[in-house]
């Protein structure tokens, strides 16, 4: 591992900052662009239902209590529609990571919600090939040990960004994304990890909070103002994120 050159890059202060400003001034259209979390929610929580559906079936042929045939026509349209949701949970939500990192990656004002989606639906499957496969790497790593895993993945984790700002195929995108790192890993390490731990202590201290005024009840709280600080607070974290490879492609 080679040492970082933490001078060479944004301070954490000034990368929070500038992604703060495009977050507020954007936040309408980002909120839109949010919204389609909901539909994402409500498809995989459809799909939740039939997986355990499935397995009630499975359970109910182990123990002889319906007959083989019936069973298994039910256990496969189960298993079927339950896999179509779930695929098409998987796909709205790339939609949306897709067109909120290319509208930021473009530092777009001005695109309508139409537009943004039209954007993601075009470079989703770029995006999303190049996040598995750096993902597919990273596990076969983490199997060796922790540690390579941790490096490997963080030397991978701009190939989605890449591959939407250069067009490039994975492999390429997977090559620059460890080029941007070369040299700076601790650096871009913790202005990765530092909003990450914020964002869970302050929102675990806030659950904490409004649980003690709500009589301690603490399980839907947490839940509540979890889901609500990501719904808010992704779409920050994302231009975060775009704002820390923006200034190692200006740094390198």
Same mark, same amino acid.
């Given at each position: ?59 109910? &042929?182990? @123990? ?123 650096? &871009?390490?913790?202005?990765? &990890?530092?909003? @990450? ?7 675990? &201290? ?27 607070? @992704? ?18």
């Amino acid at each position: 591992m080679m040492i970082s050159k933490t001078k060479s890059l944004i301070s954490f202060q000034d990368l929070f900052a500038q992604a703060w400003k495009y977050y507020w001034q954007n936040f309408n259209r980002l909120m839109q662009l949010m919204l389609i979390a909901i539909p994402v929610g409500i498809l995989g929580m459809i799909a939740v239902v039939g997986f355990i559906s499935w397995d009630r079936v499975i359970s109910l &042929v182990l @123990t002889n209590t319906v007959s083989i045939p019936m069973i298994g026509i039910a256990g496969s349209l189960i298993m079927i529609v339950s896999l179509m949701f779930l695929s098409s949970a998987i796909i709205l939500g790339l939609v949306m990571k897709t067109a909120i990192f290319s509208m930021v990656l473009k530092k777009d004002s001005k695109s309508s919600f139409k537009q943004l989606w039209k954007l993601g639906r075009e470079k989703y499957e770029a995006y999303f090939k190049a996040v598995f496969i750096a993902d597919f790497f990273t596990l076969l790593w983490s199997l060796l040990l922790i540690i390579p895993g941790i490096i490997k993945g963080l030397q991978y984790s701009f190939a989605g960004l890449v591959a939407l700002d250069k067009k490039t195929q994975s492999r390429d995108a997977f090559k620059e994304s460890r080029r941007l790192i070369t040299g700076r890993w601790w650096g &871009v390490f913790w202005r990765l &990890v530092l909003p @990450t731990i914020l964002f869970s202590v302050g929102t675990s &201290v806030l659950a904490v909070i409004m649980g003690a005024q709500l009589g301690n009840k603490m399980d839907p709280t947490y839940g509540i103002v979890n889901s609500t600080a990501i719904f808010f607070l @992704t779409p920050l974290f994302m231009a975060y994120i775009v704002e820390l490879y923006l200034s190692l492609k200006k740094t390198r």
